[in-house]
């Protein structure tokens, strides 16, 4: 298969699949009733696809479809970015991607090791699909995979139904490079960032990146306990930066532009380390980092929800820096 399109075309496409899938805002309740997903996928650039999840939490409601499930159409097979949450999610995805292609999927990657990136790796496997993950995302797995398929059965319910932990079969630990069809993948572990075992893949022929939860720009990004916000920033300077992708399809959120993603997180990491630096410097304790100034990003999805718990992760982090 030969891929021949101007940059003008996949401009176009880009923005056509932004404007017409809408904002996935977490106020906005299901967009595609009639399917386990929450939106149906669309093409981003010709061969590339993603069903975009909700900004909000997981919930029954949106069938904990809060991330984005992308999929890379070649002449030689189907390349899956994130399982699903569930193996249901992973059999509507699949039934999507049907629609599109007779091209069997090949690989399914997890983007790290939460649950919505890999509980639906049952279904996958099932299939007889490989699934590719980085070495701490199965650490992660083997280490909590009951616990997140739990919190998922109290979730989703009835739609928790056929889901089981199932590990990635091939791992990685830098990179992981697939040919196919003509077309070259690059699965990447640039560094630490958001999660342990965050994956990204790389097509640099086309200039896209699917960058997993290293990059965010319409909900607030999470940090987690034990999450390091200088490494991420080190990673993004240093191994990010210089790809400087044109088209960017992100963990959360729809496709958009490197600019974009930088600003939201690089921007937002370094604006919130500031403020705790200050904070710090000043004699400021725990209680008192809840309060810094934030109000610059409160148009985010999800600021109500992390941006006071964010403060103090980064205050405990930078406490003894």
């Known amino acids: 298969m030969k891929h021949l399109f101007s940059a003008a075309a996949i401009t176009a496409a880009a923005i056509t699949a932004t404007v017409t899938a809408g904002r996935a805002s977490e106020d906005i309740a299901d967009q595609y009733p009639q399917s386990e997903l929450y939106s149906k996928p ?3 650039i010709p061969h590339v696809f993603s069903a975009i999840g909700a900004t909000a939490p997981p919930t029954y409601e ?7 499930l992308s999929f890379i159409v070649t002449g030689e097979g189907v390349v899956v970015m994130n399982a699903g949450a569930s193996a249901r999610l992973a059999a509507a995805l ?24 890999m509980l639906g790796n049952s279904y996958w496997r099932d299939q007889g699909v490989d699934i590719l993950a980085h070495v701490d995302a199965v650490e992660e797995t083997t280490e909590n995979g009951d616990f997140i398929l739990q919190g998922m059965q109290r979730y989703n319910r009835d739609k928790a139904e056929g889901t089981r932990v199932e590990h990635a079969n091939i791992t990685f630990e830098e990179e992981y490079d697939i040919s196919l069809g003509g077309v070259e993948i690059n699965v990447l572990h640039l560094g630490p960032a958001h999660d342990p075992g965050d994956a990204q893949v790389w097509i640099p022929q086309w200039g896209l990146m ?3 939860d290293i990059a965010f720009h319409e909900r607030m990004l999470p940090i987690f306990e ?12 240093e191994k990010l930066e210089p790809l400087a992708p044109t088209y960017v399809i992100p963990g959360h959120g729809h496709p958009t532009n490197f600019a974009q993603v930088r600003r939201y997180t690089h921007d937002y990491l370094v604006d919130l380390r500031g403020k705790i630096r200050d904070h ?8 008192g980092a809840y309060y810094v100034d934030q109000s610059e990003w409160k148009n985010l999805d999800t600021f109500e929800e992390l941006a006071t718990k964010n403060a103090g992760r980064v205050f405990a982090e930078m406490e003894w820096e």
């Open 226 to 237: 034990g999450t390091c916000t200088s490494c991420w920033l080190e990673t993004w300077e």
């Open 42 to 44: 669309v093409e981003v």
């Open 280 to 287: 710090l410097d000043a004699g400021g304790d725990l209680a």
């Open 62 to 68: 949106n069938s904990g479809h809060n991330n984005n």
């Open 94 to 117: 699949h039934a999507e991607i049907r629609q599109v292609t007779d091209q069997p999927v090949v690989l399914v990657i997890n983007e790290n090791g939460q649950g919505h990136a």
């Open 210 to 212: 699917i960058t997993g």
